[in-house]
């Protein structure tokens, strides 16, 4: 009588399973994540130049795209120019709007003054959409520790059909200062529990330090859960729980693990947005040339 054991030897055996085992592994192979290169405007907001200025000099240093913050649109567009024109201008350059920076205040525990963020964002993001913009960062602003995540979490998921309405899409930020919600781990919780296939999650290196996540973390997402991810470098000169916004500096000028990043990332397949996100005083004082042409270099450096 033939035994399960013998039976599964066998076939072990057979051309059919010796020929099946490649095209298994390759079928299980994963392609390593594509980049793209992305400036953030917070990087030369020292020099004081318009977005045209930046756009322009985005461009110029080979940027794929560009990251503006909400203020600066609307300046732009309070100026008497439009967005139609904005818009225009960024494409023939050869730029992506990949995603702006706001704060509305969506997360509050306040219910007043969640609404008044949720109406905020609705606005933005109808702002966002004609400029083809299709992601916003949505932080944490407004809110306050405790934090119950699993409620963020509904409320996340109710920024996310807002995001499909609209048709910008809301990033999920912590930062690694702010008192409610500071941590990886609390944003991978809102995530989960907003239970949501478009649910994405904005990360920086900055913030993964300064908050305590540290970077092993990140492994446990993969490419479909980021879209962006914001980069600089801290220094390691600085105590952890001391260091601010400015001393952030450039990728691989202070002690992040940005080889172990890189790899990270490179894992993860897709493709990944990366970011260059400073507000560095030293680099203010610098021609705005000069700093978005060494922040490009410096991030081609670990993802060429």
């Not at 461009?59 to 225009?88: C, H, N, R």
């Not at 470098?233 to 001391?242: K, L, V, W, Y």
Request: charged share 25%; proline share 5%; with cysteine.
């Amino acid at each position: 009588m033939t035994t399960r054991r013998n039976l599964l030897k066998t076939l072990a055996l057979t051309p059919i399973a010796l020929s099946a085992v490649p095209a298994l592994a390759q079928a299980e192979e994963k392609k390593e994540s594509t980049f793209k290169f992305s400036l953030n405007t917070s990087t030369i907001r020292g020099q004081k130049l318009s977005l045209p200025q930046i756009i322009e000099l985005a461009a110029k240093a080979g940027y794929d795209g560009f990251e503006p913050w909400m203020m600066e649109i609307q300046a732009y567009v309070e100026g008497g120019k439009t967005l139609a024109s904005l818009k225009k201008m960024a494409s023939d350059a050869g730029l992506e709007f990949f995603d702006c920076i706001g704060f509305p205040t969506w997360m509050a525990q306040d219910e007043a003054k969640s609404k008044a963020g949720f109406a905020q964002m609705e606005k933005e993001m109808g702002i966002l959409a004609e400029l083809g913009c299709p992601r916003v960062a949505a932080p944490a602003i407004g809110s306050e520790a405790p934090l119950d995540l699993l409620k963020t979490g509904e409320k996340y998921k109710q920024l996310l059909d807002l995001g499909r309405k609209t048709g910008v899409m809301p990033q999920l930020e912590f930062w690694g200062a702010f008192p409610s919600f500071y941590h990886l781990g609390q944003a991978m919780a809102v995530a989960a529990a907003a239970d949501d296939k478009d649910a994405k999650i904005l990360a920086d290196i900055y913030h993964l330090f300064r908050g305590g996540s540290g970077f092993e973390g990140m492994k446990m997402l993969d490419g479909h859960a980021i879209d962006i991810f914001h980069m600089n470098d801290f220094p390691a000169s600085i105590p952890r729980t001391e260091q601010q916004d400015k001393d952030r500096v450039m990728p691989g000028d202070g002690a992040a693990p940005m080889q172990e990043i890189a790899n990270t990332l490179k894992s993860k397949g897709g493709q990944i947005i990366l970011s260059l996100e400073l507000f560095n005083p030293t680099y203010y004082a610098m021609d705005a040339e000069v700093v978005v042409k060494e922040g490009i270099g410096k991030m081609r450096r670990f993802f060429g």
